[in-house]
């Protein structure tokens, strides 16, 4: 069995208190590695080693051109272990093969050199050193500068591990931050492997630590530390909101990517074999473990029936199987008690009158692992449990609807506001439609395509603040104005007269 310890300080360290524990393979049901477990020491530790490396200005105070062509390197070093790296996101939350190798860890490289190459263009430049020349309310010359926040957190969830880590990691660091890293405690090795090959790249010691542990201890020192300046958390809106509450002790900067209820408009016009393959895709993908997934299919009354149709016949193209295995397209839930989770609100749904029309159950085919089939209710009354609620599983609610009014009202009537989408084959009534959807992303004809260049967050209770993009980045610097006067006699200074005679 693999073994990992905690990365602090650019190197690898046992907890304080010797703590390990297993982390199972989803779909053997298995232990594959031991992971250490950080307690409250250890992330002080932790804290300790960024701010250390923070004060010595060994990250800070490389030039962005500097710190670009390491984090271009990360990226390339991430290529170098993708066999590893892939195989350790899958035997750690249970995602497919197909998926570690063609999106969690391009995914992650593509993070790194993204912001990487960013940093190096005149697009940062303009973005990081501002000049203005002013005559009120005093002559003067006037800068404002963008600086990095110091120690930033990044607290992450066990959907998508390692795309979650570089999201946090890259922007931090391209900014001139240090970090400390916790993940998931049932999906750590990946952001842990990530911390070494930062570090081997060419990162200094401390500048990324990543410590794995309990929310509730580890994750609770880190939100409330001192010398953390910035929080970035992912995950669900209720932690978010204990994360925010936490942080308003010393008044940290927080971004929140928290949970999602995402609409996915059918409209009348739409190509309907594209968008009910793309319904598919937009809720089953990574078992619905996807935050910004389209769990609420709205469609055309006119075209419900046929819709529904096509759905269900393009399930039966979703192998659902051994997650190594390169033809599996859907693999297990992370855990035993997310599967309970689903097949409760399964039960809720059928409770509350919508129609079970696929899935519904266990695959028979599958002797062990926490696998569930994907699920399709009908009829669904946004109104209804499993409409409301974020399930974070293969479960999709059809709804009908009769206009555009209609699904634009059903679509804004949640507390969520991450992600959705508009299918139809007139762009500009589906962007106008668009732009009455209360969410962060919208996309028309696609879904799950996020794009690294583009915001991503959350309107109402789906987050504060953006990630990804220069507005993402921009999320992890101080801003400054530096007024420089001109060096005059007291005369010069008219508003010495304020105070003096
Ligand atoms: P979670 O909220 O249970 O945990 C997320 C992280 O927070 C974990 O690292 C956990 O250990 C830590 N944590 C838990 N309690 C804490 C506390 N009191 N103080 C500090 N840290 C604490 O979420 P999860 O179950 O791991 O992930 C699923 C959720 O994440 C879903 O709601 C999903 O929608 C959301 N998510 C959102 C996005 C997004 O970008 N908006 C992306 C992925 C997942």
Redo the contacts with the bound molecule.
């Keep these: 069995m693999k073994e990992f310890g905690l990365f602090i300080d650019g190197e690898w360290q046992a907890a304080k208190g010797g703590k390990t524990a297993p982390t199972i393979n989803p779909a053997t049901e298995e232990p594959w590695a031991t992971v250490a477990v950080a307690d409250r020491e250890d992330v002080r530790k932790a804290v300790a080693a960024a701010k250390k490396a923070h004060d010595t200005g060994v990250w800070r105070n490389k030039s962005p051109q500097e710190r670009g062509e390491i984090l271009q390197r990360v990226a390339m070093a991430i290529f170098e272990r993708q066999d590893e790296v892939a195989a350790a996101e899958v035997q750690d939350g249970g995602g497919t093969m197909r998926k570690a190798m063609s999106m969690d860890v391009p995914g992650a490289a593509q993070t790194f050199m993204h912001f990487g190459q960013f940093i190096c263009g005149d697009e940062y430049k303009a973005m990081i050193y501002e000049e203005y020349d002013e005559t009120v309310p005093i002559p003067s010359k006037n800068l404002v500068v963008r600086e990095p926040i110091g120690v930033c957190a990044g ?6 591990p390692l795309i ?1 880590a570089s999201w946090k990691i890259a922007p931090a660091l391209a900014a001139g931050n240090c970090v400390v890293l ?5 999906t750590p090795v990946s952001s842990l492997m990530l911390a070494e090959i930062c570090t081997k790249a060419g990162v200094p010691a401390g500048v990324v630590n990543v410590i794995s ?4 201890t ?3 020192e ?2 409330t530390h001192p010398d953390i300046g910035k929080g970035a ?8 909101r ?2 925010m509450q ?1 942080g308003a002790g010393t008044l940290k900067k927080v971004t929140l ?4 209820k995402s609409p996915n408009i059918i409209l009348d016009d739409a190509n309907l074999d594209t968008a009910a393959l793309g319904a598919l895709f937009g809720t089953f993908m990574h078992q619905g ?4 997934s389209g769990t609420r299919v709205l469609v055309h009354e006119k075209v419900h029936d046929q819709f529904v149709e096509k759905m269900l016949a393009g399930i039966k193209r979703i192998q659902i199987g051994d997650t190594m295995d390169m033809t599996t397209g859907m693999g297990p839930l992370v855990s035993s008690s997310q599967r309970e989770a689903v097949e409760k609100y399964v039960g809720l749904g059928q409770e509350q009158g919508a129609k079970l029309v696929a899935g519904g159950k266990r695959p028979s085919s599958m002797g062990k692992g926490y696998y569930y089939e994907p699920t399709v209710f009908d009829e669904v009354d946004n109104k209804m449990r499993i409409a409301q609620e ?1 399930i ?1 599983g293969p479960v999709v609610s059809v709804i009908r609807y009769k206009d555009d009014d209609e699904a634009i009202r059903i679509a804004n009537d949640s507390v969520y506001g ?1 992600g959705g989408a508009v299918w139809s084959s007139n762009k500009d009534r589906a962007v106008a439609m668009a732009k009455r959807i209360e969410t962060g992303t919208v996309w028309v004809n696609d879904y799950h395509m996020i794009n690294l260049r583009f915001p ?3 309107y109402k209770q ?2 504060v603040g953006r ?1 990804l993009g220069k507005w993402g980045l921009a999320e992890y610097h101080e801003l400054k104005h530096i007024h420089v006067g001109e060096d005059t006699p007291p005369e010069g200074k008219f508003y010495l007269q304020l105070l003096l005679n």
């Design positions: 607290i992450t969830p066990w959907n998508f979650m916790k993940p998931a405690s049932v542990g309990p929310g509730g580890a994750g609770e880190l939100a958390f992912t995950g669900s809106t209720e932690v978010g204990r994360i936490l990517e928290l949970g999602g473990q996807i935050c910004e974020e974070f991450l991503f967050g959350g789906s987050g990630e």
